[in-house]
């Protein structure tokens, strides 16, 4: 062990006693470098995070003229800032008219709690409804709305009157009522591996929550900035919600998550009382600053028209029959294999071959794929065949 992993497993608190622990010095594109000339291709973007690979021309560029200017000067909603202003502006020109007002936070997780504060005090009612299978973040109303049991027993209580529905599922519907605050789902589950409704229901749901009341919040914190071929993967079902979370991507690098909602309902966090909802460090100004370059980037590049064929690339290349099932929208992969350990063999042998994988929490036996949104056709035929060469040596 040397000195860098020293350090990293005393002084840094560890979320599993069996982290990964490549030491990374230096990242530029799609790769990773270590300190010893060791090479990564990174074929999840840092969960979902880094959808413009590391380091972009531009997003740097950003960032460097934000900091000649300043860094934090005041707490979120006091100081007018042009640069979270033109991001604010940026979103609220690729999203539907009524989503046209950004409350910015640092993660996804926290966006999902303002989104459920907003709820719940816009409409003055208290049920939330979430889906068994979902993930939202690991604070406590997040947590206290998703379904993986094993990772909520250890900290309850958590937050009361709330209702699990199971996803997809059109005649549980019914089950959301003039008693439901907000109902909180992700457009597509990722963390459950990729699992993809019907547009039918999707749209049932949209009717539903409209009929009784209750406000919509879509989570695309995995799944938005482009990740499955659109903006947002919402767009793919001809829905609107009322509350839109999102993060990871969006910062393009830095800590930086939004809900969005319309103004007209935004504004209740501000009165009886005031400062309902407050932050220091949301709208960090260079955040902001990363965040509406890798925007502009993905709009003057047009990524969004080649996230398809890339998608359909690695999944034609991947045609396996130990593969139990591929599920699939846009650069979002989960690949079934027969077990967890199957997984694992795979995810461990391509990190030795400089290629950098992953799983699901909620769906361990399921192999997880998400590259930059930029990758170079020539590195998805490379991870491919290696990916491949993995599959054939399973036991």
Same mark, same amino acid.
């Given at each position: 062990?040397?000195?860098?992993?020293?350090?990293?497993?005393?002084?840094?608190?560890?979320?599993?006693?069996?982290?990964?622990?490549?030491?990374?010095?230096?990242?530029?594109?799609?790769?990773?470098?270590?300190?010893?000339?060791?090479?990564?291709?990174?074929?999840?973007?840092?969960?979902?995070?880094?959808?413009?690979?590391?380091?972009?021309?531009?997003?740097?560029?950003?960032?460097?003229?934000?900091?000649?200017?300043?860094?934090?000067?005041?707490?979120?909603?006091?100081?007018?800032?042009?640069?979270?202003?033109?991001?604010?502006?940026?979103?609220?020109?690729?999203?539907? $008219?009524?989503?046209?007002?950004?409350? =910015?936070?640092? +993660?996804?997780?926290? %966006?999902?709690? @303002? *989104? /459920?504060? #907003?709820?719940?005090?816009?409409? $003055?009612?208290?049920?939330?409804?979430? =889906?068994?299978? +979902?993930?939202?973040? %690991?604070?406590? @109303? *997040? /947590?206290? #709305?998703?379904?993986?049991?094993t990772k909520k027993r250890a900290f309850r209580p958590l937050l009361p009157d709330v209702r699990f529905l199971n996803f997809n599922k059109m005649e549980e519907l019914q089950q959301i009522t003039e008693r439901t605050a907000a109902v909180l789902v992700e457009t597509i589950q990722g963390d459950a591996g990729v699992r993809i409704p019907d547009k039918a229901y999707m749209q049932a749901l949209r009717t539903r929550c409209s009929e009784v009341g209750a406000l919509l919040i879509l989570d695309e914190i995995q799944t938005g900035i482009g990740r499955c071929g659109t903006w947002f993967a919402f767009e793919q079902?001809?829905?609107?919600?009322?509350?839109?979370?999102?993060?990871?991507?969006?910062?393009?690098?830095?800590?930086?998550?939004?809900?969005?909602?319309?103004?007209?309902?935004?504004?209740?966090?501000?009165?009886?009382?005031?400062?309902?909802?407050?932050?220091?460090?949301?709208?960090?100004?260079?955040?902001?600053?990363?965040?509406?370059?890798?925007?502009?980037?993905?709009?003057?590049?047009?990524?969004?028209?080649?996230?398809?064929?890339?998608?359909?690339?690695?999944?034609?290349?991947?045609?396996?029959?130990?593969?139990?099932?591929?599920?699939?929208?846009?650069?979002?992969?989960?690949?079934?294999?027969?077990?967890?350990?199957?997984?694992?063999?795979?995810?461990?042998?391509?990190?030795?071959?400089?290629?950098?994988?992953?799983?699901?929490?909620?769906?361990?036996?399921?192999?997880?794929?998400?590259?930059?949104?930029?990758?170079?056709?020539?590195?998805?035929?490379?991870?491919?065949?290696?990916?491949?060469?993995?599959?054939?040596?399973?036991?």
């Amino acid at each position: 062990m040397n000195r860098e992993e020293e350090i990293f497993r005393k002084h840094l608190a560890m979320t599993t006693p069996f982290p990964i622990a490549i030491e990374i010095e230096k990242a530029e594109g799609s790769w990773l470098y270590g300190p010893n000339g060791e090479k990564y291709l990174d074929f999840i973007s840092g969960v979902s995070v880094s959808n413009l690979g590391h380091g972009h021309p531009a997003i740097k560029q950003a960032i460097h003229e934000q900091v000649e200017k300043h860094l934090h000067i005041m707490v979120y909603g006091e100081y007018v800032q042009s640069t979270p202003n033109r991001l604010a502006e940026r979103l609220a020109g690729i999203l539907p $008219e009524k989503l046209n007002c950004s409350y =910015f936070v640092n +993660s996804g997780a926290e %966006s999902i709690e @303002g *989104a /459920l504060k #907003l709820a719940k005090r816009y409409t $003055e009612r208290t049920e939330l409804i979430g =889906f068994r299978g +979902s993930y939202h973040g %690991s604070t406590h @109303g *997040a /947590l206290s #709305l998703s379904g993986n049991e094993t990772k909520k027993r250890a900290f309850r209580p958590l937050l009361p009157d709330v209702r699990f529905l199971n996803f997809n599922k059109m005649e549980e519907l019914q089950q959301i009522t003039e008693r439901t605050a907000a109902v909180l789902v992700e457009t597509i589950q990722g963390d459950a591996g990729v699992r993809i409704p019907d547009k039918a229901y999707m749209q049932a749901l949209r009717t539903r929550c409209s009929e009784v009341g209750a406000l919509l919040i879509l989570d695309e914190i995995q799944t938005g900035i482009g990740r499955c071929g659109t903006w947002f993967a919402f767009e793919q079902f001809d829905i609107v919600p009322d509350i839109l979370c999102t993060a990871k991507a969006l910062g393009g690098g830095l800590p930086l998550g939004a809900f969005i909602s319309d103004q007209k309902i935004m504004q209740c966090l501000s009165e009886r009382p005031m400062l309902g909802h407050i932050t220091t460090f949301g709208g960090n100004p260079v955040a902001c600053a990363a965040a509406d370059a890798t925007l502009k980037v993905i709009e003057d590049e047009r990524l969004l028209d080649s996230i398809e064929k890339k998608g359909a690339l690695i999944e034609s290349l991947l045609q396996n029959p130990r593969i139990k099932e591929v599920r699939r929208r846009g650069l979002f992969f989960a690949i079934d294999f027969e077990s967890a350990e199957e997984v694992m063999q795979i995810v461990q042998g391509l990190q030795k071959k400089g290629l950098l994988s992953f799983w699901f929490l909620s769906c361990p036996h399921s192999f997880r794929i998400a590259p930059p949104l930029n990758i170079s056709e020539e590195d998805i035929r490379w991870a491919c065949e290696l990916i491949q060469e993995e599959i054939t040596r399973l036991d």
